[in-house]
């Protein structure tokens, strides 16, 4: 994080309630840390509101169209997102990339971030066309940036497959969520929650294609690592045990499905009281 110029000038009507800026700058990354310790516990409603308060604090602090603030909407149109409230969060991620866009410059990696996550919000409410484009800039941005092994170019490729996949284009599809997970499996580990999700991707990719054989054993590997790694009443292991089941039902496998379906209500209805 830069430091704030020492030549900042605020003019201050009460006195008495004043904050020197340092304190607000403070303030603001121990909201944004509370941010993602909220998400990561799968907490949405709660992080959002935290992310509110940081982001009228970046805005203060920082100026409107400042780095911070850019990164303070992006969190809230995430947490936006993850609740399904996308009108909020279209906004946010526009306004964000606008202003990362002129403070970095069109190819920096942080654009890259920005595109990825105002595709997947296009693709959140299928709109397929309007995503494509952003997942193959931001694509081509992480590439040149970080090189082609990075895990943010694993996470654009992902991205792209899963447009492809929704749109029936299966062929298309499976060499990206391929070379998506050879990536996270060599830079981020075996364990790693990306390679979780890159390999319920490539599983539901197998389904659709009939080829149940192979999928099963990648949801059963992201599975194992979504209970090590989050914990087994994660809304994220949730998510694999429907993806599962539905796998299970296909598969002639109806009580093991509806084993999995109790077990997901079960931890979808606790994380929606807490």
Sequence with gaps: MKALSKTLLVILLIATFSVPVFTQE????????HVVSLYQQGRYSEAAQV?????????????????????????LAALYRAQGKYTEAEPLYKRALAIWEKVLGPDHQQVGTSLNNLA?????????AEAEPLCKRAL???????????????????????????QGNYAEAEPLYKRALAIREKSLGPEHLDVAQSLNNLAALC?????????????????AIREKSLGPEHPDVATILRNMA?????????????????????????????
């Design 26 to 33: 403070a303030r603001w990354k121990e909201l944004n840390e």
């Design 51 to 75: 992310a509110e308060r940081a982001l009228k604090v970046a805005e203060n602090t920082f100026g409107p169209d400042h780095q911070q603030v850019g990164t303070s909407l992006n969190n």
């Design 120 to 128: 997947l919000l296009y693709d959140s409410q299928g709109k397929y």
């Design 140 to 166: 081509a941005i992480r590439e040149k940036s970080l090189g082609p092994e990075h895990p943010d170019v694993a996470q654009s490729l992902n991205n792209l497959a899963a447009l492809y996949q929704a």
């Design 207 to 223: 389904q659709a294609q009939g080829n149940y054989a192979e999928a099963e054993p990648l949801y059963k590997r992201a599975l």
């Design 246 to 274: 539905e796998y299970y039902k296909k598969t002639g496998k109806k009580k093991e499905a509806k084993r999995l379906e109790i077990r997901a209500k079960i931890i979808e209805t606790k994380n929606l009281l807490r």
